[in-house]
C-alpha cells in the first residue's frame, strides 16, 4: 500500500514556476513507478510525467517537454514536479500516482497506477 499527498499548488501568473510535492507513505514508494497527471474541468485525466522507480528515465508529454522535470527522493519517500514557463493551458487538478506493477516502468497511461493522491490545484492567470 502506498499513500500519496501532493502539496505545492496555487496560482501563478503566465511564465511562472512552481514546484509540486507528492510525500508518500507506505514500504513499498521505493519500488513504485510514479507518475504525475492533470485534469482540467470538462476534459479527461491526462499524463504529464513519469519516472522509474530508481529515478532513471523519466518522460514527459509533448505538451510540456522541455518545461517541467520531475525527480523523486526515495531516501524522502517524495516525489516531485518542477514546472517552469507555465502557461494558461497548464491550469488543472495534479495528481500523482504510484504503480505496484513490477511491468510498470513509468507508463504514460492512468490504467496502469494503482495509488492516487487527493490532487493540488494548479491555476494560471494569463
Known amino acids: 500500500q502506498v499513500q500519496l499527498v501532493e502539496s505545492g499548488g496555487g496560482l501563478v501568473q503566465a511564465g511562472g514556476s512552481l514546484r509540486l510535492s507528492c510525500a508518500a507513505s507506505?514500504?513499498?514508494?521505493?519500488?513504485?513507478?510514479m507518475g504525475w497527471f492533470r485534469q482540467a474541468p470538462g476534459k479527461e485525466r491526462e499524463f504529464v510525467a513519469a519516472?522509474?522507480?530508481?529515478?532513471?528515465?523519466?518522460h514527459y508529454a509533448d505538451s510540456v517537454k522541455g518545461r517541467f522535470t520531475t525527480s523523486r527522493d526515495n531516501a524522502k519517500n517524495t516525489l516531485y514536479l518542477q514546472m517552469n514557463s507555465l502557461k494558461p493551458e497548464d491550469a488543472a487538478v495534479y495528481y500523482c500516482?504510484?504503480?505496484?506493477?513490477?511491468?510498470?516502468?513509468?507508463?504514460?497511461?492512468?490504467?496502469?497506477?494503482?495509488?492516487w493522491g487527493q490532487g493540488t490545484q494548479v491555476t494560471v492567470s494569463s
Open positions: 500516482a504510484a504503480s505496484s506493477l513490477a511491468y510498470n516502468s513509468g507508463s504514460s497511461s492512468p490504467n496502469l497506477y494503482n495509488f
Open positions: 507506505g514500504r513499498t514508494f521505493s519500488r513504485s513507478a
Open positions: 519516472i522509474t522507480w530508481s529515478g532513471g528515465s523519466p
